[in-house]
Nanobody, 126 residues
Framework: QAHLEEAGGELVQSGGSLRLSCIASGGIINVYNMAWFRQAPGKEREFVAVHRWDGGYIAYAYSVKGRFTVSRDPGKNTEYLQMNSLSPEDTAVYYC???????????????????WGQGTQVTVSN
């Protein structure tokens, strides 16, 4: 049974950095597309970034491009989201999600992802 667990969310000042982790069990880290989404209070869940299973494609939302970076450590079964130059607008619950196996169809829609973590809260203060 595949399972995702996020960690690393916390309170940080504007301009600061955080690295979120998504630990994947069930052997999916190199087989599934791994994506990050976020949901702010009162808003819909939105796409942040996606990392294709083979590492051959990465995409970011326009709002985070140049500030956020995804990476992967297969040895630790972990996907990372490095977030720099954070602003209060980045405050949200961040979720990792997985779709696969071995899909070359990389989606920015949350409905395409069947496996989700519980989320981790990121709060950016002024």
């Amino acid at each position: 049974q595949a399972h995702l667990e996020e960690a690393g969310g916390e309170l940080v000042q504007s301009g600061g950095s955080l690295r979120l982790s998504c630990i994947a069990s069930g052997g999916i880290i190199n087989v599934y597309n791994m994506a990050w989404f976020r949901q702010a209070p009162g808003k819909e869940r939105e796409f942040v970034a996606v990392h294709r299973w083979d590492g051959g494609y990465i995409a970011y939302a326009y709002s985070v491009k140049g500030r956020f970076t995804v990476s992967r450590d297969p040895g630790k079964n972990t996907e990372y989201l490095q977030m720099n130059s954070l602003s209060p607008e980045d405050t949200a619950v961040y979720y990792c999600a997985a779709h696969g196996p071995r899909s070359y169809s990389v989606s920015r829609s949350s409905t395409s992802y069947s496996i989700w973590g519980q989320g981790t809260q990121v709060t950016v203060s002024n």
